[in-house]
T-cell receptor
Framework: KNEVEQSPQNLTAQEGEFITINCSYS?????LHWLQQHPGGGIVSLFM???GKKKHGRLIATINIQEKHSSLHITASHPRDSAVYIC?????????FGAGTRLTVKP | DVKVTQSSRYLVKRTGEKVFLECVQD?????MFWYRQDPGLGLRLIYF???????EKGDIPEGYSVSREKKERFSLILESASTNQTSMYLC????????????FGSGTRLTVV
């Protein structure tokens, strides 16, 4: 069983919809990261969280340490948000990655 | 901004060939990593290095080796490429051990035929 589980694996939405991607982990962590990977491969960091909530533009990330769960929300989704979103956790020794959620936003 | 450059975006090699994937960073980061990414499996660590001439095996080192002769360059070597090594390969670098996140290269999509 993967230590970092993401759901859903694939998500298709219409432009303007509110998107939620979930991440659950089974190890103790000191930080959780949300990453974005566009077609072509490059990965960029969106958020680093250790508690609470962070917001950047239309993106919101939350984490519940007790429940070992994080969510990434996208408000007013746009076709340019189409990408693979990856959850990664730092367990004080290694970075562990989820398998990713492939988001497609249709115009 | 830290820049991590991988030498090739797309590569096609034949079974049995020796393959070199190069990664260069333009900051003074000690820590560099090689991952492979496959659908449904996420990123899996092949090798990492915390210093020049230092290397450590990751989760899936079989069939791979690495070289770090200079701080800024970390090379992944497929000694004898096989079709099951067809994958996306990503290099990353980080300050500290990784708790602040990684900076990734743009990836090399390797196809072994």
């Amino acid at each position: 069983k993967n230590e970092v589980e993401q759901s859903p694996q694939n998500l298709t939405a219409q432009e303007g919809e509110f998107i939620t991607i979930n991440c659950s982990y089974s190890v103790g962590i000191s930080a959780l990261h949300w990453l974005q990977q566009h077609p072509g491969g490059g990965i960029v960091s969106l958020f680093m969280l250790s508690s609470g909530k962070k917001k950047h533009g239309r993106l919101i990330a939350t984490i519940n340490i007790q429940e070992k769960h994080s969510s990434l929300h996208i408000t007013a989704s746009h076709p340019r948000d189409s990408a693979v979103y990856i959850c990664a956790v730092w367990d004080n020794n290694d970075m562990r990655f989820g398998a990713g959620t492939r988001l497609t936003v249709k115009p | 901004d830290v820049k991590v450059t991988q030498s090739s975006r797309y590569l096609v090699k034949r079974t049995g060939e020796k393959v070199f994937l190069e990664c260069v960073q333009d900051m003074d980061h000690e820590n560099m990593f090689w991952y492979r990414q496959d659908p449904g499996l996420g990123l899996r660590l092949i090798y990492f290095s915390y210093d020049v001439k230092m290397k450590e095996k990751g989760d899936i080192p079989e069939g791979y080796s690495v070289s770090r002769e200079k701080k800024e360059r970390f090379s992944l070597i497929l000694e004898s490429a096989s079709t099951n090594q067809t994958s996306m390969y990503l290099c990353a670098t980080t300050v500290g051990r990784g708790q602040y996140g990684y900076t990734f290269g743009s990836g090399t999509r390797l196809t072994v035929v």
